[in-house]
């Protein structure tokens, strides 16, 4: 089953003499449960790529489709409850609110909705991420690990239909990084959770089910690594 689909996107910022074109005509799919790989040099268009899909930036032209909803065909205010519910997101910064203990940034998208926390699984996610004893903590009191160990917990809140990563781990030293990857790995495999990771990291790449190379906007190459 089909869970993502990109459709001729294509990005232009500016205009005229200007115009840089980010983003050439990109269309690709990704089935429920894939653990997806974008890779690609600097100003590729692979955080661009990652960014309309999220519904962080509009496209120029073009379509995606996350769970058969042409996120682009909602207007702002469905996209944004839209986005909350369906998209995980994960930055290399963490995006964490200062003034939130570790528990309240976990649950702020439940929040934001009016949902009340699932408490089974909101111990499970806790448990599995090494957070169980930080939960009254405000991010200045984490490690970065920690502090990226939230934001993943915060995307998984809703369960949302695809998780996206941005250099998820190109903030944090060799070990946490390795446990980061993990983690995000041991959600795809046992919770069904499909993921989508930018990476200028070969050995994180390579441990994904498919690689996307991107390249002056395009797609240089789509490699299934294991099926």
Request: aromatic share 4%; proline share 3%.
């Amino acid at each position: 089953m089909e869970i993502l689909k990109v459709e001729n996107l294509t990005k232009v910022y500016g205009k005229g003499e200007t115009a840089v074109k980010a983003l050439d005509n990109v269309s690709f799919s990704v089935k429920k449960g894939e653990f997806i790989a974008i890779i690609g040099p600097s100003g590729s268009g692979k955080s661009t790529l990652l960014h309309l899909i999220g519904g962080v930036d509009v496209p120029t032209s073009g379509k995606v489709l996350i769970d058969d909803t042409d996120i682009y065909a909602l207007n702002e205010t469905q996209l944004a409850i839209f986005r909350r519910r369906q998209i995980g997101l994960i930055y290399q910064f963490y995006n964490l609110i200062p003034v939130l203990t570790v528990e309240e940034n976990m649950t702020l998208p439940l929040l934001l909705d009016g949902h009340k926390v699932d408490e089974e699984n909101f111990n499970n996610i806790t448990k599995v991420l090494g957070l169980e004893n930080r939960l009254q903590h405000l991010p200045n009191q984490l490690s970065g690990g920690q502090q990226q160990r939230v934001s993943i917990g915060r995307a998984l809140m809703n369960n949302p239909a695809i998780m996206l990563a941005d250099e998820p781990t190109g903030n944090l030293d060799s070990k946490n990084s390795s446990e980061i990857i993990d983690l995000l790995k041991l959600f795809n495999k046992q919770y069904n959770q499909t993921l989508i990771v930018i990476t200028h990291d070969e050995h994180i790449a390579l441990q994904a089910d498919r690689i996307i190379s991107i390249e002056d906007g395009r797609i240089k190459k789509d490699e299934v690594i294991r099926g």
